[in-house]
């Protein structure tokens, strides 16, 4: 417990009391009795911070996103007196963390992800003032919330690169499985129309897993401080490959996928290259002879590889927007 600024120019205007108490006439007697209410002022906000209990927060868990992409978070406070509620951010993460609030009540404030990678809202800082603004408190919540943020996602031209590139048998089907709703992302060329019409909800044809002619493998790896380069390319890959109806496999220095495909497969994939650092992606043989994409990221910039010839990930690379932000459901 400790005074606040307003607290010690109360302390000023007591000791200028005492101090005009010895010098005497009208003008000291007047001081004294406005200290008298400054002092019992004091003793009341000691005695109600000291007895208010720990406060409690309850904060909401934002959804997983992209870098550039804000975030609202609420933090809800029980307790007492009138508390400024501050959240500790991790590196990847921006945004003025603080608001002031009468317990129990919510703070509200906006966080920008900045970084790829596990950021962390929390622990929390609560300073307890009393009503007057006289003495507070300080209390730490353990209170930590965990956000994740993909990596950067660019858009590329998957049906030139894919389908010039592997041959047009990626374009074979497999078997009819089931139709479905339709989801942000699905191919209009899946669309059932005649069902569509018929019910008059959006409705895609659902295939059973794809056959090994309409797979890729994506091989991933990076020198130190050259992950998140890699990581960028890597995912913006995978997701144009998804999109033509690719299955994707994908090995990274943090780990393999195995082959799949569809929205749940992608987030996976957005997860771990969310998570990976530098080095040779996972596995027994040398990459370079098992992979169908190979993208390398060093100081000289991000090389991908297909069919053994290398190029800038800025010529494969349509427009630097992010082709899942406006896409719901993703995280």
């Known amino acids: 417990?400790?005074?606040?600024?307003?607290?010690?120019?109360?302390?000023?205007?007591?000791?200028?009391?005492?101090?005009?108490?010895?010098?005497g006439g009208s003008q000291g007697r007047a001081l004294n009795a406005l200290a008298a209410p400054v002092v019992v002022a004091l003793l009341a906000g000691a005695v109600q911070v000291y007895r208010v209990r720990?406060?409690?927060?309850?904060?909401?868990?934002?959804?997983?996103?992209?870098?550039?992409?804000?975030?609202?978070?609420?933090?809800?406070?029980?307790g007492g007196g009138v508390a400024t509620v501050t959240d500790a951010l991790s590196a990847g993460l921006d945004g003025d963390a603080t608001?002031?609030?009468?317990?129990?009540?919510?703070?509200?404030?906006?966080?920008?992800?900045?970084?790829?990678g596990d950021q962390t809202i929390g622990?929390?800082?609560?300073?307890?003032?009393?009503?007057?603004?006289?003495?507070?408190?300080?209390?730490?919540?353990?209170?930590?919330?965990?956000?994740?943020?993909?990596?950067?996602?660019?858009?590329?031209?998957?049906?030139?690169?894919?389908?010039?590139?592997m041959g047009p048998?990626?374009?074979?089907?497999?078997?009819?499985?089931?139709?479905?709703?339709?989801?942000?992302?699905d191919r209009l060329r899946d669309v059932h129309w005649?069902?569509?019409?018929?019910?008059?909800?959006?409705?895609?044809?659902?295939?059973?897993?794809?056959?090994?002619?309409?797979?890729?493998?994506?091989?991933a790896g990076a020198d130190p401080d050259h992950d998140g380069e890699m990581a960028r390319a890597a995912?913006?890959?995978?997701?144009?490959?998804?999109?033509?109806?690719?299955?994707?496999?994908?090995?990274?220095?943090?780990?393999?996928?195995p082959r799949g495909y569809g929205q749940n497969h992608r987030r996976n994939a957005l997860e771990l290259l969310a998570r990976t650092g530098a080095g040779q992606p996972e596995q027994t043989e040398p990459y370079a002879e098992n992979a169908d994409v190979r993208v390398w990221a060093d100081a000289d910039g991000?090389?991908?590889?297909?069919?053994?010839?290398?190029?800038?990930?800025?010529d494969l690379t349509v427009t630097p927007d992010n082709p899942l932000t406006a896409e719901e459901g993703l995280a």
């Open 99 to 116: 608001g002031t609030v009468d317990p129990p009540g919510t703070i509200e404030y906006d966080v920008r992800l900045r970084e790829r």
């Open 235 to 257: 995912a913006s890959l995978v997701v144009a490959a998804l999109r033509v109806g690719l299955a994707v496999q994908l090995r990274v220095p943090a780990g393999t996928l």
């Open 1 to 23: 417990m400790r005074l606040t600024r307003r607290g010690y120019g109360a302390v000023g205007v007591i000791l200028v009391a005492i101090a005009m108490a010895f010098v």
């Open 123 to 165: 622990p929390t800082t609560i300073r307890v003032r009393d009503a007057l603004g006289l003495v507070e408190r300080t209390h730490h919540v353990e209170a930590r919330t965990d956000l994740l943020v993909y990596p950067a996602v660019t858009r590329v031209d998957g049906e030139q690169l894919f389908r010039r590139t």
């Open 169 to 185: 048998e990626i374009d074979e089907r497999s078997e009819f499985d089931r139709l479905r709703e339709y989801v942000p992302g």
């Open 302 to 314: 991000v090389t991908v590889t297909i069919d053994d010839e290398p190029r800038w990930i800025e």
């Open 54 to 78: 720990a406060p409690t927060v309850d904060r909401s868990e934002p959804r997983r996103g992209f870098p550039g992409e804000r975030r609202t978070v609420t933090v809800h406070v029980e």
């Open 194 to 219: 005649k069902s569509t019409a018929k019910l008059n909800e959006l409705l895609v044809t659902e295939f059973t897993d794809p056959a090994d002619d309409d797979a890729v493998s994506i091989a």
